[in-house]
């Protein structure tokens, strides 16, 4: 077995190692100059005024100069009632992808983009309604568990520096090419991340507030 102290030697040099890459790697043209993390605030808004719909959602992206790698992830919930029915779901959604930025560098970092994603949910839902029976009145519940949607998005926006390291922006989305797992019981009325499960495309609207960590300048344009 090895030495104690053969062990300690190997875990220097792997730390020297490790500390002399890091500077070549951070300037490294392929490493990103920076990421955001930042929360829809939009959403917020639903899930504090409106007691029966729950939306958490959550965006990174790492700038990669004129490119981002853009990922965000979702947790909904939502009641919808009538004299009728009561229609439930819960999930989560997230979304991957790459954006374009259109502008040139400016002071504000300012980005208007295009950009593509896919996308995928994962939820439950379930219906209720009154059933007057000969025993007195009741309830049918449907309910199908552990479905999966996909769909593509193609999205626009823009994102702004609003002082030193915080940004603010929005994304608009077209969601389309919908795909739903079979199911059993319950066609599903709506979808986290997506909408209305049976409309052939749908909108999206994205406020987003975020906060900027850089790793390094960005590569300036060539004259």
């Known amino acids: 077995m090895p030495t104690s102290k053969y062990i300690n030697r190997v875990l220097v040099t792997s730390l020297l190692a490790v500390l002399m890459v890091s500077p070549i790697y951070a300037q490294s043209k392929w490493a990103p100059t920076a990421i955001r993390l930042g ?18 959602e959550f965006h990174a992206d790492a700038d990669f100069d004129k490119y981002f790698l853009v990922a ?22 997230f979304r991957i992808g790459p954006d374009v930025n259109l502008m040139k560098p400016d002071n504000f970092e300012t980005v208007i983009f295009l950009g593509f994603r896919f996308a995928r949910s994962s939820f439950n839902n379930d219906i ?18 552990n479905l999966t949607a996909t769909w593509l998005e193609l999205v626009t926006g823009i994102k702004v520096k609003v002082w030193k390291n915080l940004f603010m922006g929005y994304t608009g989305r077209l969601k389309f090419s919908k795909s739903i797992t079979a199911t059993e019981n319950l ?9 209305r499960a049976a409309e052939n495309s749908n909108w999206g609207f994205n406020y987003h507030i975020f906060y900027q960590i850089r790793f390094r300048e960005k590569l300036k344009p060539a004259n």
Not at 39 to 56: A, H
């Open 128 to 145: 209720s309604f009154p059933n007057p029976g000969a025993f007195g009145a009741g309830q049918i519940i449907q309910t199908n568990n």
């Open 39 to 56: 929360t829809d605030i939009s959403n917020w808004g639903f899930t504090l005024f409106d007691s029966n719909r729950t939306i958490y």
């Open 72 to 93: 965000d992830y979702g947790i909904a919930e939502r009641t919808r009632m009538s004299d009728n029915f009561t229609y439930n779901y819960a999930g989560s959604y």
């Open 187 to 195: 066609v599903p009325f709506e979808i986290p991340g997506l909408g």
